[in-house]
C-alpha cells in the first residue's frame, strides 16, 4: 500500500507497537498512523499529539472528529474525512448534519459554542489571513479559552501533513 516500508499492526513491536495500541480494539490503525511506521521518532510525535487530544479536558471526541473532518475536507484528504466522517456517524450524526457541517452550520448537532469553534476552524483552514481578533473575541465570548482555540486550530492545521505525507507515499 505503501511506497516506504511500513510496520502491519500484526507485526508491531516495541514502541510501534505500544503507539498501535492506542487504537481500541475493533478500530483499525489509520493508514496515516501506518505509514508514520517507517520512522518510529516521528510516530512517537504524533501519538504524543493524539494522546493529548484524547484527553482534551474540553474538546470532545465527537467535536475533535468534526474538526478532523472540516480540515480533512480543506485539504483534500479522502482518508482523514472517510474516517472521521464514519467516527461522526458511529456517534449519532446523520447525513444531512455533513451537508450543514460543509455549508452554513445551520443544523449541525453541536452545541452553540461548539458550531462557533468548527465554523472559527472552517475560516481558518480555508483562508488563515481572514481571521481577526473580533472572530478570537467572539470564542472567547462563547466561552472557549485561549488554549481551548489554539488547540482546536492546532489540531485542524496539524492535518496538513498527514495529507500529504499520504499523497506522496501511498
Known amino acids: 500500500m505503501f511506497t516506504l516500508k511500513t510496520v502491519e499492526p500484526e507485526e508491531a513491536e516495541g514502541v510501534v507497537k505500544d503507539i498501535y495500541g492506542i487504537f481500541p480494539p475493533g478500530v483499525p490503525v489509520p ?16 501519538a504524543g499529539a493524539l494522546r493529548y487530544y484524547m484527553g482534551h479536558p474540553r474538546l470532545s471526541f465527537q467535536l ?3 474538526i478532523r473532518y472540516i480540515a480533512s475536507r480543506a485539504y483534500d484528504y479522502p482518508f482523514c474525512v472517510s474516517f472521521n466522517k464514519d467516527l461522526l456517524c458511529r456517534a449519532g450524526m446523520a447525513e444531512d448534519d455533513f451537508a450543514s457541517l460543509e455549508a452554513d452550520m445551520a443544523e449541525v448537532p453541536f452545541e452553540e459554542n461548539e458550531t462557533a469553534l468548527l465554523a472559527f476552524v472552517k475560516k481558518m483552514v480555508s483562508d488563515p489571513k481572514s481571521v481577526t481578533k473580533a472572530d478570537v473575541d467572539a470564542l472567547r465570548a462563547a466561552g472557549w479559552a485561549d488554549a481551548d482555540i489554539l488547540d482546536a486550530a ?5 492535518l496538513q501533513a498527514p495529507a500529504m505525507l499520504m499523497k506522496a507515499f501511498a
Open 154 to 158: 492546532g489540531h485542524a492545521a496539524s
Open 31 to 46: 493508514a496515516p498512523m501506518r505509514l508514520l511506521s517507517a520512522s518510529p521518532g516521528l510516530m512517537a510525535i504524533q
Open 64 to 66: 475533535l472528529a468534526a
